[in-house]
């Protein structure tokens, strides 16, 4: 992984200094927030609020040449509590966060890409939880993807597409959320694909492709008993641009889990892929997605996913989008079920030149059933608004975001109010 890393560094800088057509664009910036929180613990029983104060000092970079394409958002995260101060996040794999992208030839039948991204995310959705709260039921995620791949002309109208994918997901600092240890279990998946794909016309193409991944988890608990498998994937597509901004992207075909492990039953079944985009007009655009898949977890083993999802934006003088989803998740290994329908409203409303306000409310249902365990019932709904001021390197808001999750396990059931002024400057 280093040399690969050393490689790619200096194809970089070796195609910044040999192309006298390169566009570099290098930017820097700061940002630092005190935020209230009334429960940072997430706690039903004991709720302790705390001040918190975060600085994130960071840099952006994007290069665009003939035979490079690179993008890179790096910073690093520091928050510090006023009274709680062994919760302060001021340790390396705390506080990294980066989004980088570099693709090597990209106008070219053969072309490589690095794709990396540091960040925080939500382990458990069945345990307390939030988008707001950084620290409880979270960890910090490192993955990385690499994707050398081939074109071959077939014919005029004819591609066969070659893939592979090396990815790789490492998870620090876990959060434990409850009396029993909760860990992430890092993994590397090799993937393997070829497509044929024939062009229709200028707007529409058919294919047919299969795909062989190898996924290899490492188990941090002994009592995770999550197996590595083999994953066969056969499937037929077709992308269909209609008159009027109607377009049509499905995919379809059968998909098959078989583990190394004997204890572990392997798994088939049909898997599709459905969108459809729709621009009613200049200012009103419509979506609609349904995907039926085998899908991994953290730590729960593989799950058949179904999950359907409608979109509609309205952008004008203001922006408003409205999304409404269902979803539903079996973990075979668990022999457990998770159900969740919900929806959201988000929006943008600029005061003049300067000034915007923003504002977020959603809510879900969601039910989690597993065999001899009794039912949970969860609805979480929330509210979030923000008054922003934006000049030219200088970016302020004050905002306010309140959730509720409201389980019938009292040790998921809780309330969480957060005021937060932020301040980011770009230099």
């Avoid at 890179?72 to 390396?92: G, V």
């Avoid at 593989?302 to 509609?312: G, M, P, T, W």
């Avoid at 509210?383 to 040790?411: A, D, K, M, V």
């Amino acid at each position: 992984m280093k040399k690969l890393t050393y490689i790619l560094i200096i194809s970089f800088l070796s195609q910044i200094s040999i192309n006298l057509h390169a566009q570099l664009e290098f930017n820097s910036y700061i940002s630092t927030a005190e935020e209230y929180n009334d429960n940072i613990y997430l706690d039903p029983h004991n709720e302790e609020s705390d001040w918190i104060t975060t600085i994130e000092p960071g840099i952006s970079l994007d290069y665009d040449s003939l035979n490079l394409d690179a993008s890179l958002d790096y910073s690093m995260r520091f928050r510090f509590y006023n009274d709680n101060t062994d919760k302060n996040e001021n340790a390396l794999n705390d506080v990294q966060r980066a989004d980088g992208d570099l693709t090597l030839f990209p106008d070219n039948n053969f072309h490589f890409n690095a794709n990396g991204r540091i960040s925080r995310v939500i382990l458990d959705d069945r345990e307390s939880s939030s988008d707001e709260n950084e620290s409880i039921n979270k960890a910090t995620l490192y993955n990385y993807t690499f994707n050398p791949s081939y074109r071959i002309r077939l014919g005029s109208t004819t591609d066969l597409n070659l893939d592979y994918f090396l990815t790789q997901s490492v998870y620090k600092e876990v959060e434990d959320t409850s009396a029993t240890p909760f860990d992430a279990n890092d993994f590397i998946e090799h993937t393997a694909s070829a497509e044929l794909l024939k062009h229709l016309s200028q707007r529409n193409n058919v294919s047919l492709s299969y795909e062989y991944s190898y996924f290899n988890e490492d188990e941090r608990l002994a009592t995770n008993e999550n197996g590595d498998y083999d994953h066969h994937s056969i499937m037929t597509g077709i992308d269909y641009a209609f008159a009027r901004g109607l377009s049509l992207n499905a995919l379809a075909g059968w998909s098959s889990i078989s583990y190394t492990e004997n204890y572990q039953d392997d798994q088939a079944n049909a898997i599709w892929e459905i969108g459809l985009n729709y621009a009613l007009s200049e200012t009103l655009q419509a979506s609609f997605e349904y995907n039926n898949n085998f899908t991994p977890s953290v730590s729960r083993g593989v799950s058949l996913n179904k999950e359907a999802r409608f979109i509609l934006t309205y952008s004008r003088r203001f922006t408003i989008s409205t999304e409404i989803f269902t979803n539903q998740s079996e973990y075979e290994e668990e022999n457990s079920r998770d159900e969740g329908v919900g929806g959201m409203i988000t929006g943008v409303l600029p005061l003049g030149r300067y000034f915007s306000i923003n504002f977020r409310t959603d809510y879900a249902e969601y039910k989690y059933l597993e065999q001899g365990v009794p039912d949970e019932n969860v609805d979480r709904y929330g509210f979030g608004t923000g008054l922003n001021l934006t000049l030219n390197h200088l970016t302020t808001s004050l905002n306010y975001n309140y959730r509720r999750n409201n389980s019938t396990r009292n040790e998921n059931d809780y309330t969480n109010n957060i005021i937060f002024f932020e301040i980011r400057w770009d230099f």
